[in-house]
């Protein structure tokens, strides 16, 4: 029951972090910060987290987990490849104020000066390219798709879709959310030889 109830604490104090590091960024989030969000002692952090950088890095790898569940539920449904792919086009894209790519955004420039959350972001954004591989080279198998170089594609399409999604987050007005995704469209269903409107 005891470690039940560390587990339980353990992913309030994830979530909490996630949260803070949003609203704070990586370099301004202290520990403290957390415990006093969270409602719990600085202690209790250091015992679940050795140093400052491994909270961070694990809030980070905890809010992208919550991604690739999303990732691998387009890739195990039942649906066709070119509808993998266009959903995954749509996942990747931000909406709104997304928390999600501002974690990744903000996280990206940390990991320039930790090396914990390097190597953490590293893994989950090989993941992210992995798992859109997979789509595209299944839909070559099957026939959806003409493209001789699926894990290059899906590097090419995540370059473009991450350049645009950071447009959109940091610079909100740039250019409109409807013309970025068309562009993604574009560049996602020339890479693998289908019309763009397949992917509407």
């Given at each position: ?15 909490t ?14 520990t ?36 690739m ?57 090989l ?74």
């Amino acid at each position: 029951m005891a470690r039940r109830t560390a587990e339980v604490r353990l992913d309030a104090l994830l979530r909490t972090a996630v949260d803070v590091i949003v609203e704070r960024g990586f370099a301004n989030t202290r520990t403290a910060d957390v415990a006093k969000a969270a409602g719990v002692s600085q202690a209790l952090v250091f015992y679940h987290f050795t140093s400052k950088d491994a909270l961070l890095s694990q809030a980070f790898a905890y809010a992208a987990e919550q991604d690739m569940a999303r990732l691998h539920a387009v890739i195990e449904s039942n649906a066709s490849s070119v509808e993998k792919l266009k959903k995954l086009v749509k996942l990747l894209a931000p909406t709104g104020r997304s928390k999600s790519w501002m974690m990744w955004i903000d996280g990206w420039s940390e990991a320039l000066r930790t090396p914990e959350l390097e190597k953490v972001s590293r893994r989950m954004d090989l993941r992210w390219k992995e798992g859109l591989t997979e789509v595209i080279a299944n839909g070559v198998a099957d026939g959806s798709f003409t493209c001789d170089d699926p894990a290059g594609a899906a590097w090419r399409i995540n370059a473009i879709i991450d350049g645009l999604a950071v447009q959109l987050t940091v610079h909100e007005k740039a250019i409109s959310r409807k013309q970025a995704f068309e562009w993604m469209r574009m560049v996602a269903a020339r890479e693998v030889g289908v019309d763009p409107t397949d992917l509407a």
